[in-house]
């Protein structure tokens, strides 16, 4: 199956949050034509969401709520985790959407068993 390239995905999701009132933007670019992507979702009052890629059992792509997990959702611990990935991914992109109501805008499933 042939991805999106991350650049155009990325202004996909950006449009779908503006969309339903929402703003978002890239926050660090990286690699236009395959960079991973994280996507943050803070809620503008200290706590936020973080998302990371995933492939299912059949080889689908998806997401993990790697806020589930140990991380947690403080956003100080969720940007530390991001400077942390970035240092070791030159081509990462990270997109933050801001939304008090915590919507996430990704179209493809999530799974909160980070």
Known sequence: MDELKTDFWASALIRRAQIGGAFAGVVRKGDTDAGAVMV??????????????????????????????????????????????????????????????GRHFLQEPVDSKA
Do not use: Q
């Open 40 to 101: 943050k979702v803070a809620t503008m009052d200290g706590k936020a969401r973080l998302y990371g890629p995933a492939r299912n059992g059949e080889g689908e792509r998806i997401w993990l709520d790697l806020s589930a997990g140990p991380l947690g959702d403080v956003e100080a611990d969720v940007d530390a985790h991001i400077r942390k990935r970035a240092d070791t991914d030159p081509d990462l992109w990270v997109i933050e959407v801001e939304d008090k109501h």
